[in-house]
């Protein structure tokens, strides 16, 4: 299998918002559940939002109204509009995908990237 790959990481003030992207280049992820994870240094990695293949969307209380998950079957690929961010939004951002299980638990996923970082300034 060869793993996702996210983009779209950096640094922006508190209020500020970036886009996160996700490549999954095998086709048959566009038939799976993929996601988004975090990983703040020091804390565990959480999960942040997933969509199911028909677009059946779960997202972390902690997002909710200000990060929208999307993602286009077509290129295989998977997007994170996060507006309004927070400090504590600051971590390391993996895209994750799996076949079989699309909730917000890291265990259930098989295939995950590499990572990409979002910093969060006050």
């Known amino acids: 299998q060869v793993q996702p790959v996210e983009s779209g990481g950096g640094s922006v003030q508190a209020g500020g918002s970036l886009n996160l992207t996700c490549v999954a280049p095998n086709y048959m992820y566009s038939r799976y559940c993929m996601g988004w994870f975090r990983e703040a240094q020091g804390k565990g990695r959480e999960g942040v939002a997933v969509?199911?293949?028909?677009?059946?969307?779960t997202y972390a209380d902690s997002v909710k109204g200000r990060f929208t998950i999307s993602r286009d079957n077509a290129k295989s690929t998977l997007y994170l509009q996060m507006n309004s961010l927070k400090p504590e939004d600051t971590a390391m951002y993996y895209c994750a995908t799996d076949p079989y299980y699309c909730g917000l638990r890291e265990a259930g996923f098989n295939y995950w990237g590499q990572g990409t970082q979002v910093t969060v300034s006050s």
């Open positions: 969509i199911e293949s028909d677009g059946t969307i």
